[in-house]
């Protein structure tokens, strides 16, 4: 596939993009491994929340990630492996070597009863066979459903029966700094309440006790034993849907957005060798999970596409110490590393000592991802990580956007801190005003749209296409509706500011409020609550909580600590709020609507700028959470 090379070139395509942007993506999928060529390019309509790319197209991705190169690269290092303790030796899986495991676990799951079309949810730590098994459900056309190994029992058993997934594969523990997480254990009592669930595979990899429910519990490498390593992918329509991941919104539960095949492919391959400028060899480092978007795209799919050398982390940016990423970019000779700016704020604060050991000359390109990066996080990556000779690409994208969708193409486009700047072609965003008006020009402000689709746009949402209509195509006529605000400025660049609605990004995970007021109100002290963010040093955003208790508290650091237990209980410990305040009413209109917008300034100790609070049904409670205030 070509890759952009210049900024005059960028500017060709782009006009190209967006004057055909089916002859455009045509070219683009011209070289993968189709088993029958499409009929049609696109067909959509945004009104319907309806997008099909490559119609009538057959193929399936695992050729394209993993046959496609056996010729050519079986020999080199598909996924390089970096345990969590750099004790334990790191493991190199050639393409051929990964192809050979994706055929072996593709036929642990037809033996175990697993079809095309069924969901297999993942819960695993980051080892090589949870990319494995990711390949192997996308092999035999089965629809993986990857659950960040971070989340609690309740949230995995929620999205295990939201899919109705047949299968779970899961681990005995993971590793994670000087800490082991109980998979199985938090599995088992998710699949207390997941009838759907007929196997549950167990990769053994902390040998921990753990207990096991026979006939339905099968340790994966006896079964792995069992099979041979010939196994036929199943061909699948450009449009079979290829994953569902959940993430959260600004109301209800999380959603389990869907992606579909051939779109998703194309994009996460167009978008990986053209932002991150990839050249053929080089070695990639994406420190996201793959229980991400980010890792799905840029640790998993976009690399393996394009041939690359994926490295992939089991451990934390702070163990052994908060040298970790430097050391493994120097040992594993890395090329292009991509984080998170709260990753590089927190290693920022933990100072030069823990860099200045390491070279960190093997480096070509830093990438950001996940939430706005400030220009003091970009400047000291920029000095610091890159010496001031690696291009830094912000790149902004989502969930549901499958792929980046505006971003430097390292080297090429002029960076400006804090900027993701420029779209990629394909992608035509616009920026509207609160009653869907385009805010034309430059010099402007307004919520970040799109208006076009791009191959790897959300599908739908799963079980419930009305849902999917309703978050992202029904606030603006016509137009995918983002969720953040963005800045576009005298240059035509773009800055994203955040999200305008109830999403919270805390250290760079998406986190609905009403999710989390949902389970602090679980609490049974607990009466109501209302969630907002408020900027966080290292995290970005934390979370705030307001919260009216019934009866007098005799210890509230008791109470305090036992919310953040049930949040952990309920979601996980990334959803435990950073602040509470116990409050005797909350900000409300005379319809009973909390007014959020009062309690974020309160959060952002911003009093100056409370705003109208006369209309309040009782407008003394403000007074009261300002002098509260934690
Ligand atoms: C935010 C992560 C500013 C944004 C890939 C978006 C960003 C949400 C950036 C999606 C960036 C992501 N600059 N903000 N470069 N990248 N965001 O679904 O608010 O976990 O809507 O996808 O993260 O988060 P998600």
Known sequence: MKRITTIEEYHTEYAKSVKNPEAFWAEQAADFTWRKPWKEVLEWNFEKAETKWFVGGKLNITENCLDRHLANRGNQTAILWEPNSPLEEARKISYSELHTMVCRMTNVLA??????????????????????????????????SVVFAGFSAKSLSDRINDSECKMLITADGGFRGNKTTPLKDIADEALLSTPSIETVLVHKRTEQNINWTEGRDKWLH????????????????????????????????????????????????????????????????????????????????????????????????????????????????????????TAIRSLEAAGLDFVKPYKLDSLRVLGSVGEPINEEAWEWYNHNIGKGRCPIVDTWWQTETGGILISPLAGITKTKPSFA???????????????????????????????????????????????????????????????????????????????????????????????????????PLVIETAVVGYPHDIKGQGVYAYIICSGEIADEDKLKKEINETVTKIIGPIAKPDKIQLVKGLPKTRSGKIMRRILRKIAENDMANLGDTSTLLDPDVVADIVKGRV
């Open 111 to 144: 033996q175990n009863n697993i079809k095309k079309g069924d969901r297999v949810c993942i819960y695993m730590p980051m080892v090589p066979e949870l990319a494995v098994t990711v390949l192997a459900c996308a092999r035999i056309g089965a629809i993986h």
């Open 222 to 341: 006896s079964e792995l034993a069992k099979v041979d390593a010939n196994s036929v992918a199943t061909e699948m329509d450009a449009e079979d849907p290829l994953f569902i991941l959940y993430t959260s919104g600004s109301t209800g539960k999380p959603k389990g957005v869907v992606h579909s095949t051939a779109g998703y492919m194309v994009y996460a391959d167009y978008t990986f060798r053209n932002v991150f400028q990839y050249k053929e060899g080089e070695t990639f480092f994406c420190t996201a999970d793959v229980g991400w978007i980010t890792g799905h795209s840029y640790i998993v799919y976009g690399p393996l596409l394009a041939g690359a050398t994926s490295l992939m982390f089991e451990g934390i940016p702070t163990y052994p110490d908060a040298g970790r990423f430097w050391e493994i970019i120097d040992k594993h000779q890395v090329n292009i590393f991509y984080t998170a700016p």
């Open 421 to 523: 700047t420029l779209p990629l072609p394909g992608v035509q965003p616009i920026l509207v005003d609160s009653d869907g008006k385009e805010i034309v020009g430059n010099g402007v402000e307004g919520n970040l749209c799109i208006k076009y689709p791009w191959p790897s746009i959300i599908r739908t949402t799963y079980g419930d296409h009305e849902r999917c209509f309703t978050n992202y195509f029904a606030t603006y006529k016509g137009l995918y509706f983002t969720g953040d605000g963005c800045k576009r400025d005298e240059d035509g660049y773009y800055r994203i500011t955040g999200r305008v609605d109830d999403v919270l990004n805390v250290s760079g995970h998406r986190l609905g409020t009403a999710e989390i007021e949902n389970a602090i109100d679980e609490h």
